[in-house]
C-alpha cells in the first residue's frame, strides 16, 4: 500500500520562505508531484521529481530523496495568491496517490 | 497552451439516474485518468486508460463506472445508477512523457451532486 504524510496546516508571512515536507511509503514509486489548488478548483501541477536531488522553477523549488522517501517544496517570496492546498502525490505505476494536502495560509 | 477540458462544470442529478462526464484531454497525450475528490477529502483515483482501454482501477471504480473513447478526442466517465455517496468534484487528467520527465494535468472539473 502506500502512505503519504505532509502536515495539514501553516501559516507564513508575505515575502517570506516556507518549505512544506512530505514524508511517503510507497511499493512502487515512479516519482514525485507536487500540485497547487485553490478551493473549489482542479490541482495545478508544480513540479516533477524521479531523481534524487534539487528541481528549481522560478520562486518554487522541489527536493527528492528517494532512499528517505522525503520530498520538501519550497516557497520563496511568498505572495497572497499563494495561499492554497499544496498536495503531494506520488506515482505507483501509472497512477498518482495523492496526500491530503497541506493548506498554506500567507498572511500580510 | 493545450490544457484538459471538461464538460459539464456542474451537474445535479436524482439518486439512481444515470451521468456521463465528458472530458476533452490534451491532444497528444496517450495516458488518461478519472480521479474524484470528495468535498474536504484528499484526490482519488479512479481509473486510468491507455491504448483504448483500461490499464488500470481502483476498488471505488466498481461495476456503476465505466470509460470510454468513442470518437478518437474525447473521453468519458459514466455513472449508471447515481449514489449520494457519489456527490464529488471528478478530475479528468492526461498525461506525457518526455525523457526522464513526467507531466499530468487536470482539467477545471464537474462537480457532481447526487440528490
Known amino acids: 500500500g502506500q502512505n503519504i504524510d505532509q502536515p495539514t496546516e501553516m501559516t507564513a508571512t508575505e515575502g517570506a520562505i516556507v518549505q512544506i515536507n512530505c514524508t511517503y511509503q510507497?511499493?512502487?514509486?515512479?516519482?514525485l508531484f507536487w500540485y497547487q489548488q485553490h478551493a473549489g478548483e482542479a490541482p495545478t501541477f508544480l513540479s516533477y521529481n524521479v531523481l534524487d536531488g534539487l528541481e528549481e522553477k522560478g520562486r518554487f523549488s522541489s527536493f527528492l530523496s528517494r532512499s528517505k522517501g522525503y520530498s520538501y517544496l519550497l516557497l520563496k517570496e511568498l505572495q497572497m495568491k499563494d495561499s492554497a492546498s499544496y498536495l503531494c502525490?506520488?506515482?505507483?505505476?501509472?497512477?498518482?496517490?495523492f496526500g491530503a494536502g497541506t493548506i498554506l495560509r500567507v498572511k500580510s | 497552451e493545450p490544457e484538459v477540458t471538461q464538460t459539464p462544470s456542474h451537474q445535479v442529478t436524482q439518486m439512481g439516474q444515470e451521468v456521463i462526464l465528458r472530458c476533452v484531454p490534451i491532444?497528444?497525450?496517450?495516458?488518461f485518468y478519472w480521479y474524484r475528490q470528495i468535498l474536504g477529502q484528499k484526490v482519488e483515483f479512479l481509473v486510468s486508460?491507455?491504448?483504448?482501454?483500461?490499464?488500470?482501477k481502483s476498488e471505488i471504480f466498481d461495476d456503476q463506472f465505466s470509460v470510454e473513447r468513442p470518437d478518437g478526442s474525447n473521453f468519458t466517465l459514466k455513472i449508471r445508477s447515481t449514489k449520494l455517496e457519489d456527490s464529488a468534484m471528478y478530475f479528468c487528467a492526461s498525461r506525457i512523457t518526455s525523457g526522464a520527465q513526467e507531466t499530468q494535468y487536470f482539467g477545471p472539473g464537474t462537480r457532481l451532486l447526487v440528490l
Open positions: 502525490a506520488v506515482t505507483d505505476g501509472n497512477k498518482l496517490v
Open positions: 486508460f491507455y491504448n483504448n482501454e483500461i490499464s488500470e
Open positions: 491532444s497528444n497525450h496517450l495516458y
Open positions: 510507497t511499493s512502487g514509486f515512479n516519482g
